[in-house]
Nanobody, 120 residues
Framework: QMTLVESGGGMVQAGGSLRLSCVSS????????MAWFRQAPGKEREFVAA?????YYSASVRDRFTISRDNIERAIYLEMKSLKPEDTAIYYC????????????????WGQGTQVTVSS
């Protein structure tokens, strides 16, 4: 079964930047939708961004975050700029989507997550 491994999380001050990576175990990444979600303590997991042929973003991160994919490297990335304390969460990579691009219920495969902490 496909596995996903995230990396790149860490602690940063407000206004800073981080770049998250998610690498797939599959020989090829294929053309399916892949996405980033995040979950803050005490909150539900929420959609952040997705990429297939197009990109999709939640309103809270549009213009600050950029999702991209590299099919040769079998990876997707999330470039995060102008980070805010409210961006603090565990960030999860997801794949094998069937349904709404931006719903966590649509994705079958999940990574273990990487912690992002933004201090004020």
């Amino acid at each position: 079964q496909m596995t996903l491994v995230e990396s790149g999380g860490g602690m940063v001050q407000a206004g800073g930047s981080l770049r998250l990576s998610c690498v797939s175990s599959e020989r090829t990444l294929g053309r399916g939708m892949m996405a980033w979600f995040r979950q803050a303590p005490g909150k539900e997991r929420e959609f952040v961004a997705a990429v297939e042929l197009q990109t999709y973003y939640s309103a809270s991160v549009r213009d600050r975050f950029t999702i991209s994919r590299d099919n040769i490297e079998r990876a997707i990335y999330l470039e995060m700029k102008s980070l805010k304390p409210e961006d603090t969460a565990i960030y999860y990579c997801a794949a094998q989507q069937n349904g709404d691009c931006c719903s966590r219920k649509s994705y079958r495969i999940w990574g273990q997550g990487t912690q992002v902490t933004v201090s004020s």
